[in-house]
């Protein structure tokens, strides 16, 4: 059970502070039963969730030396855009990693999105949405919980990760974390 003042990652909503564990009085639920409440730390709102459910994953944030190595390993990520038959199945698997809310699986997600907009560019056109759309989620949610990790502003993520990936090799997919 995690305890007040933790901080977990609820689903994609990303990084929130567990505020408290209550047995909310309402309507149709079983008064016994505890929830917890969570402030998403880059988003307003409130979420009640019950602790005893495994609908929407739960998990503590990555801890700053788990942060530090995922950051290490950026020169050495080989990402590859990922193309699809149909928009709609290209979602899905955008939407299946989103999902598993897991660092390293974000990390490769958006240095493969941004492949793809390098290709783009490249032909003289631009990223489609839903590319668009999916990596600016994998990069909210990987952001935030690196800021979270490092205890760092948002904002000051992707200087962080410049500078500590400022010796890798040029005109890769990693720079796009590095701008």
């Not at 409440?37 to 998990?59: C, E, F, N, W």
């Not at 631009?126 to 800021?147: C, F, N, T």
Request: net charge positive; aromatic share 6%.
């Amino acid at each position: 059970m995690y305890q007040t003042g933790e901080l977990v990652v609820y689903g994609t909503t990303g990084v929130c502070r567990v505020e408290g564990v209550t047995c909310p009085e309402m309507p149709g639920e079983d008064r016994s039963r505890r929830y917890y409440l969570l402030k998403p730390l880059h988003q307003d709102g409130i979420i009640y969730t019950p602790a005893d459910s495994g609908k929407v994953p739960m998990r503590p944030v990555i801890s700053a030396r788990e942060a530090e190595a995922l950051i290490d390993l950026i020169p050495t990520i080989q990402a590859e855009a990922v193309y699809s038959p149909t928009l709609q199945a290209l979602a899905q698997h955008y939407q299946s990693v989103l999902r598993t809310s897991d660092c390293a699986d974000l990390l490769r997600l958006t240095m493969s999105i941004y492949c793809k907009q390098q290709a783009a560019q490249a032909k003289k056109k631009r990223l489609g949405m839903v590319d668009e759309r999916y990596m600016k989620q994998a990069e909210r949610l990987l952001y935030g919980e690196l800021s979270a990790a490092l205890g760092i502003p948002l904002e000051a993520v992707q200087p962080y990760i410049a500078r500590r990936v400022a010796g890798a090799p040029a005109g890769s997919a990693r720079e796009r974390l590095a701008q």
